[in-house]
């Protein structure tokens, strides 16, 4: 596909994200010969930095590129750093935007940029629709001549109210169509072919359903605590953070019906099909029953005392947000019923790792009564993250006489394919978004429809109904999380 050529204005570009990722994943487009031959990013936030200062910092000092610095890549990083442009917006964020506009125009004849603007909201959500508004008042939202797109990140609303306030003011200013959300885990590769797997193979789709399926289990794990976060994090907790957004993206991956087609329209509203189809828990016996919130306390890790969630820096010494969630629940469809489904997200845990498994129930006439396989199920595991790939485990009869039956591995890793090079997920949505590809990209109705089904559990969660358990750092959760997935036997927790 062809990208224009563009500006691209990045919002609370002094911030962390700018040159932790978002300049680093331009870069490594550049590298590979993706970015168009007209292409100018102009930063703007409430820093006093010259053009100088700001190439500095986020491209010819940056540690996020002290690699490509080091390997004699320099020339390729001075010429980058040469598209690098910074403005001061002045005091605030919502003050008038007209010194912008003219150094956007500026810029724009200067480079020939076409009039096509992609904004880049990475500010405080607070101010996303100060912004717009300001943005639209100099006429920079019009697509009279050059297209005009808005990418803003997450977090994406605090609740299903606020979300739907901030869609409206968003769309006061911007169509929806021009409107991009941000959620990094559809820029990862893994989950994009959760996708592929589920429907460019015939082998895996006649067995996706409640006739076959047991249950299913996302594991999304981080050995890392909030590190510098604790002032964000405490307001959030896990189920904003993580669960609301990257973990209910991919339950609608794997619940989706199959779309007609693969544009981005025709998957989306798949997507919100199956996300309006999670059962929404409403009393407090259900919601008891069925989330598990939890906080890690300090503890050893390889003789290293690990602080506890409530002695992190900017987190209130008797907060109760959860560092750690298990949510069960179903999801009401033809598909679907009665399919118990088992997603869990939290910091520090033994290792870092995202997976789906999905089990199979076991053959419904055991004619290998003492084979040892005996409730052991098929199961399918889908890793996103480290050593991605697809693994299948099946019985196998052990060699000799009789039939007893082990478990064999069928697998498949990325690394595999070692000759192409995978992107990034922030290179990934950028281009996409610089191509006007929506696809990656939660739509209004998708982060609605998913806050619908949160909001209760965080509603539940305020009350003195619901606990707040500990785990100490290190190990995998509290152990009535157990509970939750009794009857099953265990969760899998992936090279524990
Ligand atoms: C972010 C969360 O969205 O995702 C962080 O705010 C979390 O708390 C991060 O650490 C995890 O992303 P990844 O790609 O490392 O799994």
Redesign the pocket.
């Known amino acids: 596909t062809n990208t224009e050529n563009q500006l691209l204005i990045i919002f609370g570009a002094s911030g962390d994200l700018t040159a932790r990722k978002l300049v680093p994943a331009l870069f490594n487009l550049y590298k590979n010969g993706h970015l168009p031959e007209n292409f100018v990013v102009l930063g703007a936030s409430r820093s006093n930095l010259s053009d100088e200062d700001f190439r500095r910092r986020v491209v010819l000092e940056s540690k996020y590129l002290e690699e490509e610095i080091k390997n004699g890549t320099s020339k390729a990083i001075q010429t980058f750093s040469g598209k690098i442009f910074y403005t001061d917006l002045g005091k605030e964020y919502d003050t008038d935007y007209s010194d912008l506009a003219e150094r956007i125009s500026e810029l724009n004849s200067r480079f020939q940029t076409d009039n096509n603007y992609i904004f880049y909201l990475s500010t405080p959500p607070s101010l996303y629709e100060a912004i717009a508004k300001n943005i639209c008042e100099q006429g920079l939202a019009s697509e009279k001549n050059g297209w005009k797109r808005l990418i803003v990140e ?1 977090p994406f609303g605090y609740s299903l109210e606020s979300a739907r306030q901030l869609n409206d003011g968003l769309h006061e200013y911007f169509k929806e169509s021009q409107i991009y959300r941000i959620d ?2 559809l820029g ?1 590769e893994t989950v994009q072919n959760l996708l592929v797997t589920r429907f460019a193979n015939s082998i895996f789709e006649p067995l996706w359903n409640r006739n076959y399926i047991h249950h299913v289990e996302i594991t ?1 794990a ?1 050995s ?1 605590g909030v590190e510098k ?1 604790g002032g964000y ?1 405490d307001k959030s907790g896990a189920l904003r ?2 669960f609301q ?2 973990l209910l993206q991919i339950v609608s991956l794997v619940v989706m019906e199959p779309p007609i087609g693969a544009d981005a329209e025709e998957i989306r509203n798949e997507k919100v099909k199956a996300l309006k189809s999670l059962r929404i828990m409403r009393d407090d016996k259900t919601l008891r029953e069925n989330t598990i919130r939890a906080q890690y306390v300090s503890s050893m890790i390889g003789g290293k005392k690990v602080k506890g969630y409530r002695e992190e820096e900017g987190v209130d010494p008797e907060s109760t947000t959860e560092t750690y969630a298990a949510i069960k629940f179903f999801v009401d469809n033809w598909r679907w019923a009665d399919v118990p489904f088992y997603v869990r997200t939290a ?1 520090r845990m033994p290792t ?1 790792v ?1 997976e789906v498994v999905v089990h199979f129930k076991t053959p419904h006439h055991h004619i290998f009564k003492d084979s040892g396989m005996n409730g052991k199920d098929n199961k399918l595991v889908i890793r996103i ?1 480290p050593d991605e790939g697809i693994l299948i485990k099946f019985g196998v009869k052990v060699p000799g006489q009789g039939f007893k039956v082990e478990r064999a591995n069928l697998d498949f890793y990325y690394s595999s394919l070692a000759e192409t090079r995978v992107m990034e ?1 922030y290179e990934r949505l950028l281009l996409d978004a610089m191509q006007g590809d929506a696809t990656l990209y939660a739509r209004a109705d998708e982060v609605e429809a998913a806050w619908e089904f949160v909001d209760p559990i965080l509603e539940y969660w305020k009350t003195s109904d619901s606990k707040v358990y500990g785990y100490s750092a290190g190990v995998w959760g509290p152990e009535n999380a157990d509970e939750l997935i009794e009857g099953l036997g265990m969760w899998r927790n992936p090279g524990a």
Do not use: F, L, V
Request: aromatic share 12%; glycine share 6%.
């Open positions: 997450k990094h885990y990862k999304n981080e890392g976060r994090y953070d993580m957004n990257h910091k870092k995202t993250q997920a």
